[in-house]
């Protein structure tokens, strides 16, 4: 059974910093491109990051640049995001997503940037 399980979410001051996981099992987790999506209310969901099987490359999406940073552990089936100096507009519900031969979502988890 495919699953994928986010951890990590929560309510930050603006400024603070948060660090997501992805636990994945099911799947040939290292044959798989893994990136994180988000999706905040009214809009449409939307990459932030991806990595490819190896971690060989990385893309963000241009408002994360420099303030988040997506990593990976093929040994332990994981994938993080860690995200600091976190924005009001950064709120959203955020989704582990693997691509490869089939496409997996997990089930979110929510990030809340408010003071």
């Known amino acids: 059974q495919v699953q994928l399980v986010e951890s990590g979410g929560g309510l930050v001051q603006p400024g603070g910093s948060l660090r997501l996981s992805c636990a994945a099992s099911?799947?040939?987790?290292?044959?798989?491109?893994m990136s994180w999506y988000r999706q905040a209310p009214g809009k449409e969901r939307e990459l932030v990051a991806a990595?490819?099987?190896?971690?060989?490359?990385?893309n963000y999406t241009d408002s994360v640049k420099g303030r988040f940073t997506i990593s990976r552990d093929n040994v332990q089936n994981t994938v993080a995001l860690q995200m600091n100096s976190l924005k009001p507009e950064d709120t959203a519900v955020y989704y582990c997503?693997?691509?490869?031969?089939?496409?997996?979502w997990g089930q979110g988890t929510q990030v809340t940037v408010s003071s």
């Open positions: 099911g799947f040939s987790f290292s044959r798989y491109a």
């Open positions: 997503n693997a691509k490869g031969l089939y496409r997996y």
């Open positions: 990595i490819t099987p190896a971690g060989s490359r990385i």
